[in-house]
């Protein structure tokens, strides 16, 4: 029998790049790799890339020129771009930087044995389709390896909202939705495997509407469907759009007891001119009026947001109103970044925002969200939670895991295992987590 060929995957960006490069490494499974944490003794390097961030290609571009000595050294190291990059950018990746030996977009790499056995030959491999085959039905089964208990779960793919910002339309192709059934069976497979919380993720996620038994069925009927698996505790599922937040959908965070109190709805702007330059097709009054109705259907949910600052022709007033939107939501986590202008993209064609106003716009408002996540977090002392138990801590006898609300929670006791699902009352709050004591010893 021969050795088997050591993989390395490098993962950029979002949830479901961790995702795709799991899927990618199983895929090559059957040609005989394994996974190894080291470029330096890799039989094949992918880099599976994001395109949100400034400058990503030439971030790419940079990594890849890192491995030129390691492919003077190893002439038959193989080299690839998986992702949005490889999506983007396709033949010139190659063109730019010669040693790499296959690109392969994010919808195609399933395709990968096929790829990798070309290049086995000294051949280039490129494929940066939209293929009509499901990719998911066509890898191999997952191995039934133990697992840890969250896992991710890709329901949904690509978007049709074309944001003025985004390339996800581009790089990710249009909504796709995976059928419940297939979703179902993986989950139960993740449920055997270890796992007791699953986070459903989409670029749309709210958009979902895959086939069911009885014609399409909406991302609530989903999780009422996942919430009959036994053995799985907990559902999240991100990310979400506010045009898509449906009545059912609301419903649910209210009656479901496996879904999980905490939401991400990104609003990315707080004025109303702006939202409408962002092609976002909500205004912050209809944002507000959707977070009180979740919140009317779950009082106690965490929300989560996403914002962009110093976006083409914001104003100072324009930056205002997103101050005004964070100071009423009252966030327990937010993201927040500096616009950067992304190739091909409507907004790139703008008056850009002066950067140094930009800089301090995003100062301020990240100072303000950090306020009300630490408000929120404080305001957990004294309550109990239940806590899914995942790591060990840095101290002795310490368990780290999350709560609920999707907070970090280290609790010191004995006979506490990963996987343990156990109630704790929250004694304190430090800059990122909280501390507490444990309740029970039962599931």
């Known amino acids: 029998m021969s050795e088997s060929k050591k993989l390395f995957i490098k993962t950029y960006g979002c949830q479901m790049n961790v995702y795709d490069s799991e899927r990618m490494a199983e895929a090559l499974g059957g040609q005989g790799y394994v996974e190894t944490q080291s470029a330096d003794d890799a039989d094949m390097i992918l880099l599976n890339t994001c395109h949100i961030r400034e400058k990503a290609a030439e971030k790419v571009y940079s990594e890849l020129g890192r491995f030129k000595g390691l492919k003077a050294e190893k002439p038959d190291l193989k080299i690839g771009v998986a992702g949005c990059v490889a999506q983007a950018e396709g033949e010139e990746i190659m063109r730019r930087q010669p040693l790499v030996d296959l690109v392969v977009g994010p919808q195609s790499y399933h395709r990968l044995p096929e790829m990798e056995a070309k290049t086995r030959t000294g051949a280039k491999a490129l494929d940066t389709d939209f293929p009509e085959e499901d990719k998911f039905e066509k890898l191999k089964n997952r191995p039934k390896a133990k697992r ?31 059928p ?33 038994p009885n014609g399409d069925i909406t991302l609530a009927s989903l999780i009422w469907e996942l919430n009959k698996v036994d053995g799985l505790e907990r559902i999240r599922f991100t990310t979400s759009h506010p045009n898509d937040m449906a009545d059912d959908l609301i419903e649910a965070h209210g009656t479901c007891d496996k879904l999980m109190p905490y939401l991400h709805l990104p609003v990315q702007s707080g004025s109303d001119r702006i939202l409408k330059r962002m092609n976002r097709s909500h205004t912050a009054e209809s944002y507000l009026r959707l977070i009180e109705r ?21 104003t100072e007033e324009d930056f205002q109103a997103t101050m005004d939107l964070v100071e009423q939501v009252k966030y327990g986590y937010a993201y927040s970044f500096k616009y950067s202008t992304r190739p091909g993209t409507p907004a790139a064609e703008r008056a850009q925002v002066d950067p140094d106003a930009a800089d ?75 501390a507490g004591e444990l309740l029970s010893f039962g599931d």
């Open 360 to 434: 301090d716009r995003l100062q301020r408002l990240q100072a303000l969200i950090t306020r009300h996540q630490r408000e929120i977090q404080d305001s957990m002392v004294g309550r109990t939670v239940r806590v899914l138990f995942e790591k060990t801590g840095r101290l002795e006898g310490q368990m780290v895991g999350k709560s609920e609300y999707l907070h970090s929670v280290h609790v010191k006791a004995r006979g506490i295992e990963v996987g343990d699902l156990r109630e704790v009352r929250i004694t304190d709050s430090g800059a990122n987590s909280l």
């Open 294 to 314: 979740i919140r009317a259907a779950r009082p106690d949910i965490v929300m989560s947001g996403d914002f962009i600052v110093g976006f083409p022709e914001e």
């Open 180 to 212: 419940a059934d297939r979703i179902i069976r993986e989950a139960q497979d993740l449920v055997d495997r270890g796992v007791r919380e699953i986070t459903l993720l989409g670029q749309n996620v709210n958009a979902y509407h895959g086939a069911g």
């Open 148 to 178: 840890g208990p969250t896992a991710f779960l890709t329901v949904q793919e690509g978007c049709d909202k074309f944001c003025a910002f985004c390339v996800v339309p581009y790089t990710r192709g249009a909504e796709v939705s995976r």
